[in-house]
Each structure stands twice: as structure tokens, then as C-alpha cells.
């Protein structure tokens, strides 16, 4: 009984130390591609599903003349669905985009 004990304790050392190695090992694959390094074409690739769409909105926002022309034009907008013109703010929820925008503008 003592020897089959010991056993399962060596057993789950072994498989301790094989998850904290595989962890080690992906934190350093992954430290390597960090996203502020990252180019701006490999950032958006790197998006998926809403958090596209949301870093999107705020870069139209970012990059347009002033805040109420970037507003206007994603409340008319023909580029998120095919052949359809939405306004993203009741479609989306992006109005903490907008706060966020306002208090890095002002």
C-alpha cells in the first residue's frame, strides 16, 4: 500500500512539473508577439470577432477630422453589413468608445 502511495504521489510530481514547464513554455512563445510591437496590419489581424469590430469603430473615430464627423459616419454606416446602412450606435454598443475617445481627445 505504501509503495503504490508513493507511487501516485511521484505521478502527480511529474505531471506538476510537465504543466509548469508547458506553461513556461508558452509564456515565452508568447512574450515574443507582444501587441505593442506588433505592426499596425498584424494588430488588426490579430483581433477577433467583437473586439475587431469595436477597435474599428474607435480607429474610424481616432482618425476622422473631428469627433462629431466620425460620429455621423458611423451612424450611417454601409461598411459593417452588406448592402445595409446601420447606425452602429443602436446596433452596437459602443457608446463607452465614444467616453473613452472624449477624454483622450480633451
Same mark, same amino acid.
Given at each position: 500500500?505504501?509503495?503504490? +502511495?508513493?507511487?501516485? +504521489?511521484?505521478?502527480?510530481?511529474?505531471?506538476?512539473? @510537465?504543466?509548469?514547464? @508547458?506553461?513556461?513554455?508558452?509564456?515565452? @512563445?508568447?512574450? @515574443?508577439?507582444?501587441?505593442?510591437?506588433?505592426?499596425?496590419?498584424?494588430?488588426?489581424?490579430?483581433?477577433?470577432?467583437?473586439?475587431?469590430?469595436?477597435?474599428?469603430?474607435?480607429?474610424?473615430?481616432? +482618425?476622422?477630422?473631428?469627433?462629431?464627423?466620425?460620429?455621423?459616419?458611423?451612424?450611417?454606416?454601409?461598411?459593417?453589413?452588406?448592402?445595409?446602412?446601420? +447606425?452602429?450606435?443602436?446596433?452596437?454598443?459602443?457608446?463607452?468608445?465614444?467616453?473613452?475617445?472624449?477624454?483622450?481627445?480633451?
Amino acid at each position: 500500500m505504501l509503495k503504490n +502511495n508513493s507511487l501516485q +504521489n511521484f505521478d502527480i510530481q511529474i505531471l506538476s512539473i @510537465k504543466e509548469i514547464l @508547458k506553461v513556461q513554455f508558452l509564456q515565452l @512563445k508568447f512574450e @515574443k508577439v507582444k501587441i505593442d510591437v506588433l505592426q499596425e496590419v498584424e494588430r488588426e489581424i490579430s483581433f477577433r470577432t467583437e473586439q475587431g469590430l469595436y477597435y474599428s469603430y474607435f480607429k474610424h473615430l481616432v +482618425n476622422a477630422p473631428s469627433l462629431m464627423d466620425g460620429k455621423a459616419d458611423l451612424e450611417k454606416d454601409n461598411l459593417t453589413e452588406h448592402l445595409n446602412t446601420i +447606425n452602429i450606435f443602436q446596433r452596437f454598443n459602443i457608446h463607452q468608445v465614444m467616453h473613452y475617445l472624449i477624454r483622450l481627445r480633451y
